[in-house]
């Protein structure tokens, strides 16, 4: 049985402790590598998002991905040994259906008893998360890419997207300002810091400096806005833009 405990962390980044019963698709992360099954994967979600676009559905797809990444960085600079668990053969996918739009969740195969032990100048974490990034999320996205016709870079800007939304909750909850700052700035200095082979591209796609607009639905808040477009808009004729849609025109004022 596994040590629920220890996904307190994890379990925001929709990593699931034991595998989901009656799951609509299950996948190994090795296999999800491959092209077909990454096109299977997506022509089944496509479906139960109403839509036929498979581009759609590996955009969509990408913010979900984002969880692991975002729950690569949260243990790894945390120093919970499960970070090491999260490897391209010991992590499943699963496709769930739902009363509302369907949902993904990712499960650990082997949770391990390691330990990890931080250096504390940041070096570690940021070759950690390079070789996560190369090893375990790249081969993925170019599955994808390919399955749905979509440049890579574009499938990486939706990963960027989610992972900054996962920030900007942290920094939310942070209990001071300073605090809040220091999270931000985290986050750029490690983002930053990857390499573009690490995304098998010729420039990092998360070196994205932020940009800021009032949100054009109420309560008109100040919102970043995304990297590119989540397509999310496509699926039904009411959805409309989401508020930091980067398709909106910028408005006077915008930062």
């Given at each position: 049985?596994?040590?629920?405990?220890?996904?307190?962390?994890?379990?925001?980044?929709?990593?699931?402790?034991?595998?989901?019963?009656?799951?609509?698709?299950?996948?190994?992360?090795?296999?999800l590598?491959m092209p077909?099954?990454?096109?299977?994967?997506?022509?089944t979600?496509?479906?139960?998002?109403?839509?036929?676009?498979?581009?759609?559905?590996?955009?969509?797809?990408?913010?979900?991905?984002?969880?692991?990444?975002?729950?690569?960085?949260?243990?790894?600079?945390?120093?919970?040994?499960?970070?090491?668990?999260?490897?391209?053969?010991?992590?499943?996918?699963?496709?769930?259906?739902?009363?509302?739009?369907?949902?993904?969740?990712?499960?650990?195969?082997?949770?391990?008893?390691?330990?990890?032990?931080?250096?504390?100048?940041?070096?570690?974490?940021?070759?950690?998360?390079?070789?996560?990034?190369?090893?375990?999320?790249?081969?993925?996205?170019?599955?994808?890419?390919?399955?749905?016709?979509?440049?890579?870079?574009?499938?990486?800007?939706?990963?960027?997207?989610?992972?900054?939304?996962?920030?900007?909750?942290?920094?939310?909850?942070?209990?001071?300002?300073?605090?809040?700052?220091?999270?931000?700035?985290?986050?750029?200095?490690?983002?930053?810091?990857?390499?573009?082979?690490?995304?098998?591209?010729?420039?990092?796609?998360?070196?994205?400096?932020?940009?800021?607009?009032?949100?054009?639905?109420?309560?008109h808040?100040?919102?970043?806005?995304?990297?590119?477009?989540?397509?999310?808009y496509?699926?039904?004729?009411?959805?409309?833009?989401?508020?930091?849609?980067?398709?909106?025109?910028?408005?006077?004022?915008?930062?």
């Amino acid at each position: 049985m596994c040590d629920t405990g220890r996904f307190q962390r994890a379990e925001r980044y929709y990593i699931s402790p034991e595998a989901i019963e009656n799951a609509v698709v299950t996948l190994r992360l090795t296999e999800l590598c491959m092209p077909a099954h990454a096109e299977h994967l997506l022509t089944t979600y496509a479906s139960m998002l109403g839509t036929e676009d498979k581009r759609i559905a590996a955009a969509i797809f990408c913010t979900w991905i984002a969880g692991i990444c975002g729950a690569k960085y949260a243990l790894l600079t945390a120093a919970d040994p499960l970070a090491h668990a999260l490897r391209l053969n010991n992590l499943s996918v699963q496709l769930i259906r739902t009363e509302g739009y369907p949902e993904f969740a990712f499960f650990i195969h082997d949770q391990g008893n390691g330990t990890y032990d931080q250096d504390g100048d940041g070096k570690e974490l940021s070759g950690e998360l390079g070789m996560f990034y190369s090893s375990v999320v790249r081969p993925v996205i170019a599955a994808l890419a390919e399955a749905s016709q979509t440049k890579p870079v574009m499938l990486w800007k939706q990963v960027y997207s989610q992972l900054y939304t996962f920030m900007e909750e942290e920094a939310q909850d942070a209990a001071s300002e300073g605090r809040r700052a220091q999270i931000a700035e985290q986050f750029k200095t490690v983002t930053w810091a990857l390499k573009p082979e690490e995304f098998g591209l010729r420039s990092n796609p998360f070196r994205i400096t932020p940009k800021f607009r009032t949100d054009p639905h109420p309560p008109h808040d100040t919102v970043s806005v995304k990297a590119t477009c989540c397509l999310a808009y496509k699926l039904r004729a009411d959805h409309g833009y989401c508020g930091g849609c980067p398709i909106l025109p910028a408005v006077p004022g915008e930062l």
